[in-house]
């Protein structure tokens, strides 16, 4: 008798003849019944999946296949612009957020009650619906009767410039936007990660005359410092597609010179009825995308850090 | 109690599964008189009452059934687009200003030609309805009816009465032809401010490259006014090489940024989106503007001080050559996607609507933002030019005087010169970026040529 068969029997479970190695790697180390049942919950997911993200990423990398698309696209001023604008976007706007959230999440670590009252307070922009949120903003932002203006007036005696009317007030009113809207979900996940951070490092560091600053450097920094890049990465991706803070702060415009490719795309495809240019602009992040996605499945792979 | 195993549990799912398929040929005969609707959300709630009304007689009448959707401008145009574009369609499609999507669809061969329906009301229908529904089919290399017109609208002035009376002036002295008209108003402006109305403004000039419409309407009046009628023709030509188009772009995008840089015009206007001027016209931000239908008075319908005494409505006045200026209108109703399953219940429910006693009562129902697409019943039905009604009476005057259809049903690609704010980024580049008109007007020219050369008519 074998002794692997020794062994099942000592143990009382029953005896398995022994499968080739390749069979039990596309069987995940499952036999029988159980590979069965592990397929049967499998099947509905990978189904939904096939349905709802292989099939429309598939058909709009089919709609936006054709380099007639691109010619247009090239020959269209707008096009340029919105290219400068979403890099703008998107590299003023999430690195701006990062760091004042991560900068944020330290005072948030603080015990004091009204230090946790003011999280609760701070965390409401990111639980309130966008659309009202950025309609709200669009309506504040109203040169004539908007609030911020009138509060200038009434507290100050100051006529305020009409926010929306300049490409470059536009473009801030809308990162702004963005970053009101979506910073206290990262600082959030920077207090987690902080709160990971075991203590005994903080007060051996402390032992060693590190405080302030130099405990960031040397005991913060370096634990938080995958976490930061990989926030970032992910903050990138979904800040490239962003739509609702230009479209409904700026509208794209004035004289749509704030338009990034997502709210052009947008454009494209239901206001001039051309779905595929529509999604031939969203596509041209892709070169950018693509990268970012790589560089992010890298550094998830779990690292060491040294202190 | 049973004890469920695993395969008795797998047994089961697979049976239910099993009876889902087997049933459902069950569900697509029941299916076989009703049509599946996308309706368009009126601005107030009375036009979608209007609309399930229409919806309850016709399913009373002829035992079918009417399976609709009610939904805002926006989300319709961008569900009819994706609609089309992956061909799970509805059977019908009932839309109030269809033209910035209709054209490309009927030139796409994505439509079902509906001139059966648009048959049966022909004679009586307007000139104008009956060009608005009309499109060049690029695959067949033909026209046809795509459209069956309900209704339509036309663009007049509104005016804050009791702000020319704060002003000191009466409505009564302004002039009587387009440019001296507006300048009429720009007088205004400082009395106001004088008397404490800080931020008040003369002109609600929609000079806005947000879109959808405002600004293209505001294009097409000042050109009118100018003498020039034929940015596009009938046979689907851009007459951008005429000099008279030049000339009479010229003088308007110049009046429109002297306007706006003369601070008459409150600067967010460049900004605005679609709801923009009618706030701001609420708010009193402005005393005036040219803007669609009668949705600016019918807002404040319900206080009647202000819908009775305080607001005016006003008509065309003459071209700066002293002419009568043409209203330019569209026309909304439905119309069939191609691949829809039950478009002969879709056929049947517009023919049925598109009756002129249908058509009237659905429209009056809906406070009379839109006009019958049949002329005669706005001289035949008192409500219509009810003279104990301040608004409605000049609207219906200026759809009964001379009108012309617009031109994206000459050609889809003026559709989508408009869907670029062409006319306004001009007035915008004159504003923002220091052109002169001449450059302006030639830029917005170039760009329109080269967007018309991607619709050739056989």
Known sequence: MSTTTQESLAVGRPFVPSLPRTHRAWHGGLLGSEFAWAIAFAVPYALLFCAFVIYPVAYGLWLGSSPALYTELFSDPRFLTAVVNTCLYVGIGVNLKMVLAFLLSGFFMRKRWWVKSLLVIYILPWAVPALPAFMSIHWMLNGQWGFLNSALWMLFGIDGPTWLNSHWLGMGANIASYIWKNMPFWTVIFIAGRMAIPQELYEAADMDGATGLRRFRHVTFPLMAQLYLVSTLLSTIWSLGDFNAVFFVSGGGPAMSTEVLATLGIRYAFTIGDPRLGVACVMCALPLLIPIVVLLMHKMRKQEVQL | ?458
């Open chain 2, 1 to 458: 109690m049973h004890r469920m195993s695993r395969r008795s549990m797998l047994a089961s799912s697979v049976g239910l599964a099993a009876a889902g398929a087997l049933s459902r040929p069950y569900i697509a005969n029941a299916a076989a008189t009703t049509a599946t609707v996308w309706q368009v959300q009126g601005f107030f709630p009375e036009e979608d009452e209007a609309f399930r009304k229409v919806v309850a007689d016709y399913e009373k009448l002829s035992g079918n059934k009417i399976d609709y959707s009610i939904m805002p401008f926006m989300a319709l145009n961008q569900k009819a687009v994706s609609a089309l574009t992956s061909g799970d369609v509805p059977d019908l499609v009932f839309h109030d200003a269809p033209d910035t999507i209709l054209p490309q669809f009927a030139w796409n061969d994505t439509l079902m030609d509906v001139t059966d329906v648009v048959e049966t009301q022909k004679s009586k229908l307007s000139q104008t309805a009956l060009d608005a529904s009309n499109y060049y089919n690029g695959a067949k290399k033909a026209r046809g009816f795509y459209l069956c017109p309900v209704k339509q609208a036309c663009v007049p002035f509104h005016i804050w009465g009791d702000l020319v009376e704060k002003a000191g002036f009466k409505l009564s002295d302004a002039p009587k032809t387009w440019d001296a008209y507006w300048d009429f108003f720009k007088q205004l402006q400082k009395p106001l401010r004088d008397k404490g109305m800080r931020k008040v403004y003369s002109l609600g000039l929609q000079v806005t490259t947000v879109g959808p419409n405002d600004g293209n309407n505001l294009f097409v009046g000042f050109m009118l006014a100018n003498g020039f009628s034929n940015i596009v023709s009938s046979d689907g030509k851009l007459h951008t090489d005429d000099p008279a188009m030049r000339e009479a772009a010229i003088k308007s995008i110049t009046w429109m940024a002297a306007a706006y840089n003369g601070g008459y015009v409150p600067q967010e206007a460049l900004s605005w989106n679609d709801a923009d001027d009618n706030n701001g016209f609420h708010e009193k931000l402005f005393v005036m503007d040219f803007d669609g239908t009668l949705s600016t008075e019918l807002a404040m319908f319900k206080d009647k001080k202000v819908y009775m005494e305080d607001m005016v409505t006003m008509g065309l006045p003459a071209g700066n050559d002293g002419k009568p200026i043409p209203a330019q209108v569209g026309a909304g109703g439905g119309f069939i996607p191609k691949g829809a399953k039950n478009f002969e219940v879709a056929k049947d429910y517009m023919k049925y609507f598109m009756q002129p006693e249908v058509m009237n009562a659905n429209l009056k129902q809906g406070l009379g933002r839109w006009v019958p697409s049949i002329p005669q019943l706005m001289k035949d039905d008192a409500f219509w030019l009810d003279p104990s009604d301040p608004h409605r009476p000049v609207y219906v005057r200026e759809m009964l005087g001379p009108t012309i259809p617009i031109y994206n049903a000459y050609n889809p690609a003026y559709g989508q010169v408009q869907a670029e704010q062409l006319w306004m980024q001009s007035v915008a580049d004159i504003i923002k970026n220091g052109m002169t008109a001449q450059a302006a007007v030639d830029k917005a020219f170039r760009r329109a040529e080269a967007i018309f050369t991607k619709f050739t008519f056989g």
